[in-house]
């Protein structure tokens, strides 16, 4: 399907460098004396008039950062007791390490845009602050929101965080490239061995042409695609007991599908993190299938490919799929700025503004009452391919909440490319893999 240009593209394709910007960017910014530049810490925020500030390090570049910067402007307008400075903080690439370094100097933000990733390691601070009564009381009842926004802000039954930004996982396929070997485009309900057999069946390595591709340096963009497969073959991310991981069989299984793929050439594996390459290959009509979310659009509608979303497979033909969100968590620097944090978070994720962040970012709607809105209902009719986005939420997962997922995650990563690059059998980095894993989940946290 093609339709219209969206209101605004995204500089780079790939999700976590699409609303962060670029590794060098976020290391540049990273040398500065950003901390000292903050003073978040200090003092209660309530000026002479009675106004309290509050300090919001949104990590955006570009157009995330036109966006934010523009709600920020008018919560400023409509809330004259409560100023928001969105000057402070650094790029989201780097806001685990500053605020990390933040909260052991004392001098910490009042908000900050941390990766769902990484919330259960950032809230087992005293210092993060219990949104439960926040949500649960706000103008747009909870269990509006997609489940997949309220598990991720969730740990240990208590929300950490309110959802910043929502997405999910469908496979963009190339039209002409289907047409050109006289393929039907797959359909909901199709399975993985569908998906591998069409990858090589779009495949041609004289012309360069991959059937799909695939992160390969081991990161975060590399495992979320998997966790998919694992659920649908009865696995999960940590074992019920806690203290092993869950999928050490369904991830061979799993693995086995991404050994296929490389055992059939039919898959572009991008050496370089963000999965910028793999992106333009697709963009540059040498792609059939690429699994992606809906900030990919916009490059690929600029780039002119008659494309078409679908369903992510499965093996059992059931839907399922993952969303990645990320999160707005608020620390405690007194109770006049908790307040006013409280306040202006609760604003941010309300669908008249929810829907406004969305179009601007490729982010999808928190909640059905986003999903409801005028605007977000025009959205969809302009780029029809956000309707199978926003479906599959419905049965969309989200990673555990869990302290150990970091190195959970690096572990897996690990073993995703070596079966990329034929470098270890499935059942062989499966075991390494959960060597590795088992060992993190028996550190006390």
Known sequence: MTGPQPPSGRDRPSRRTLLRGSAAVAAAAGAGPLLSACGAGDGDGVGKDGRVTVELWHGQTDVGRAAI?????????????????PGGGVLSDSMLQKVTAALASGSYPDIAY????????????????????????????????????????????????????????????????????GLALPRPGWTWQEFTETAKALSDTGAGVFGTGWPGVGDEDTVWRLWPMVWDLGGEVV?????????????????????????DRSVYVDPKPGSEQMYQV????????????PWALPDIIQAKIDYQVVPLPSYSRKPITIAGPDTWTLFDNGSARVAAARTFVSWLIQPAQDVRWGIRTGSLPLSRATE??????????????????TKALETARVRPNHAAYPQISAALGQAIVSVLLGRATPAKAMHDCARQSNAALLIPR
Request: contains cysteine; glycine residues 8%; positive net charge.
């Open 69 to 85: 910067e523009g709600l920020v402007a008018e919560f400023n307008r409509t809330h004259p007791t409560i100023r928001v400075d």
């Open 114 to 181: 941390i990766f769902g990733s990484d919330l259960a390691s950032v809230a087992r601070s005293p210092k993060v602050v219990d949104l439960t009564a926040t949500v649960r009381n706000g103008p747009t009842p909870w269990n509006r929101f997609w489940p997949a926004s309220r598990d991720a802000v969730t740990v240990n039954g208590r929300v950490r965080a309110a959802p910043a930004v929502l997405d999910s996982l469908a496979v963009i396929c190339n039209k002409k490239l289907f047409a050109a070997k």
């Open 239 to 263: 074992a019920s007991d806690g203290h092993s991981i869950g999928f050490a069989d369904s991830g061979v299984k799993a693995l086995e599908t991404v050994a296929a793929l490389a055992k």
């Open 372 to 389: 409801a809105t005028p605007q977000w209902i025009a959205q969809s009719h302009k780029i029809a391919a956000l309707t199978v986005f």
């Open 282 to 293: 697709y963009n540059s009509g040498r792609m059939g299938m690429v699994v992606a979310g």
